[in-house]
């Protein structure tokens, strides 16, 4: 009892520490500042929303912590929760910029990942692979699978990325050369295949497969220059012996640490730790859900630039992407993606947020299904913050999310008997 008090304890001050700070800084931002005056409004401050937010925090906190912790899914929702649910519920209590329907769009979502993955589908009759087997399949397909990489990327890598420097130039470089392979491949093997590989080494003790993998998560990120396949690496080691509330409890506890260091060192003139994380991954995404929602208002595209591309025609010159980028940021080559709400919008209005909701929601009922570690969390946590920050079909296509649930119905389903 006293660990579900302390969790949510934190998750209270998190939220109110969020909220004060937004308000106080939101409109010192020149991107804020110049959708407000497109809006020709301001991002002001409403009491009586402050309550409903309030009032609907402690909701979604009471579900929260009302799910099997040792299921997949208490994981799964409290970080959509910290990422996704509390920003909107922030955003919310600016009554001059923030829509109601936009925050309805975010509780449906959280609501319908809380009653989804209530049910339960067998895999039962699905045959399952040995883990020492799956290993040294992993290690072939990635072994193979890297060759045409270093063949093209191979002449062009910077060491220097290793230190986060030349970042940009090489991420230029390095497009002028992808082909759909590397499109297709990239993140199956660096957030996937790879992390998979060394998290079996590990529980098998195989110390040489340890260090091969985090060797070949090095290289893929000298041939990307992508530095979430350094935190992904990271991610993956921490998340290894934790359990699903003790990851939650980690996770709420460190980001309320963070958010108290950038707060001090905001007061002493440098605040690159707040944009960094809490303006960059909280509060950008809510700004895009703004205009994404302005921009596509009355006018979706039907998925004309996904899989329905062959059938109905793109009306516009730029990609959904870089259209925000110009409209807003004055920057066409800007990518300017978000997550499945965005996405959903975009595509086909409300109904296409609500049809994103369900397919997401199916998908984590089927993992949560599966009686799945949490030292394999960390693999998971990098298709959630997919999921929250890009568009859905291409975390399914491109970020692995289809063989994820694969590979967690035949590798990582552990089966009582």
Same mark, same amino acid.
């Given at each position: 009892?006293?660990?579900?008090?302390?969790?949510?304890?934190?998750?209270?001050?998190?939220?109110?520490?969020?909220?004060?700070?937004?308000?106080? !800084?939101?409109?010192?931002? %020149?991107?804020?500042?110049?959708?407000?005056?497109?809006?020709?409004?301001?991002?002001?401050? +409403?009491?009586?929303?402050?309550? !409903?937010?309030?009032?609907?925090?402690?909701?979604?906190?009471?579900?929260?912590?009302?799910?099997?912790?040792?299921?997949?899914?208490?994981?799964? @929702?409290? #970080?959509?929760?910290?990422?996704?649910?509390?920003?909107?519920?922030?955003?919310?209590?600016?009554?001059?910029?923030?829509?109601?329907?936009?925050?309805?769009?975010?509780?449906?979502?959280?609501? +319908?990942?809380?009653?989804?993955?209530?049910?339960?589908?067998?895999?039962?009759?699905?045959?399952?692979?040995?883990?020492?087997?799956?290993?040294?399949?992993? %290690?072939?397909?990635?072994?193979?699978?890297?060759?045409?990489?270093?063949?093209?990327?191979?002449?062009?890598?910077?060491?220097?990325?290793?230190?986060?420097?030349?970042?940009?130039? /090489?991420?230029?470089?390095?497009? =002028?050369?992808?082909?759909?392979?590397?499109?297709?491949?990239?993140?199956? %093997?660096?957030?996937?295949?790879?992390?998979?590989? #060394?998290?079996?080494?590990?529980?098998?003790?195989?110390?040489?497969?340890?260090?091969?993998?985090?060797?070949?998560?090095?290289?893929?990120?000298?041939? =990307?220059?992508?530095?979430?396949?350094?935190?992904?690496?990271?991610?993956?080691?921490?998340?290894?012996?934790?359990?699903?509330?003790?990851?939650?409890?980690?996770?709420?506890?460190?980001?309320?640490?963070?958010? %108290?260091?950038?707060?001090?060192?905001?007061?002493?003139?440098?605040?690159?730790?707040?944009?960094?994380?809490?303006?960059?991954?909280?509060?950008?995404?809510?700004?895009?859900?703004?205009?994404?929602?302005?921009?596509?208002? =009355?006018?979706?595209?039907?998925?004309?630039?996904?899989?329905?591309? =062959?059938?109905?025609?793109?009306?516009?010159?730029?990609?959904?992407?870089?259209?925000?980028?110009?409209?807003?940021?004055?920057?066409?080559?800007?990518?300017?993606?978000?997550?499945?709400?965005?996405?959903?919008?975009?595509?086909?209005?409300?109904?296409?947020?609500?049809?994103?909701?369900?397919?997401?929601?199916?998908?984590?009922?089927?993992?949560?299904?599966?009686?799945?570690?949490?030292?394999?969390?960390?693999?998971?946590?990098?298709? !959630?913050?997919?999921?929250?920050?890009?568009?859905?079909? /291409?975390?399914?296509?491109?970020?692995?999310?289809?063989?994820? @649930?694969?590979?967690?119905?035949?590798?990582?389903?552990?089966?009582?008997?």
């Amino acid at each position: 009892m006293k660990i579900k008090l302390n969790a949510k304890f934190y998750f209270s001050i998190y939220f109110f520490t969020l909220l004060y700070f937004y308000h106080d !800084v939101i409109n010192t931002y %020149f991107y804020w500042r110049y959708f407000a005056y497109l809006k020709e409004t301001i991002f002001d401050f +409403s009491w009586l929303r402050f309550v !409903v937010a309030s009032v609907i925090f402690y909701i979604n906190l009471y579900f929260l912590f009302k799910k099997d912790k040792v299921k997949i899914i208490f994981s799964v @929702l409290a #970080i959509f929760f910290i990422l996704v649910t509390i920003p909107s519920l922030i955003a919310f209590t600016s009554k001059n910029i923030y829509p109601i329907k936009l925050l309805i769009y975010h509780q449906v979502l959280f609501f +319908s990942l809380y009653f989804f993955s209530s049910f339960k589908v067998s895999f039962d009759k699905f045959p399952g692979i040995k883990k020492n087997q799956a290993l040294i399949v992993l %290690f072939g397909i990635t072994t193979i699978g890297i060759i045409p990489y270093l063949l093209v990327y191979g002449p062009y890598i910077n060491l220097n990325n290793l230190l986060l420097k030349d970042i940009y130039q /090489t991420r230029a470089v390095m497009s =002028g050369l992808s082909n759909p392979y590397f499109g297709y491949t990239y993140s199956l %093997f660096t957030k996937i295949i790879i992390p998979l590989l #060394i998290v079996f080494a590990i529980e098998q003790r195989k110390w040489h497969f340890v260090f091969i993998g985090i060797f070949y998560l090095i290289l893929f990120y000298l041939f =990307g220059a992508h530095k979430t396949v350094y935190i992904g690496l990271v991610v993956v080691l921490i998340f290894y012996k934790l359990s699903y509330l003790g990851l939650v409890r980690k996770i709420i506890k460190y980001s309320n640490l963070l958010l %108290f260091a950038s707060i001090v060192l905001a007061f002493y003139g440098s605040d690159d730790l707040w944009i960094l994380i809490f303006r960059r991954v909280h509060f950008l995404p809510t700004l895009l859900d703004l205009q994404y929602l302005d921009f596509f208002e =009355g006018k979706p595209l039907y998925w004309s630039n996904s899989f329905l591309k =062959g059938i109905i025609d793109y009306p516009y010159d730029l990609k959904h992407a870089k259209l925000i980028g110009d409209a807003y940021y004055d920057n066409k080559e800007m990518n300017a993606n978000n997550g499945l709400i965005s996405d959903g919008y975009m595509n086909f209005g409300s109904l296409g947020v609500f049809i994103n909701t369900l397919i997401i929601s199916f998908y984590f009922m089927f993992l949560n299904s599966l009686n799945i570690s949490s030292k394999y969390f960390g693999v998971f946590f990098l298709v !959630v913050i997919a999921f929250i920050s890009s568009s859905l079909f /291409t975390v399914f296509l491109t970020h692995g999310a289809i063989a994820l @649930l694969l590979l967690s119905i035949f590798l990582l389903n552990e089966k009582e008997n």
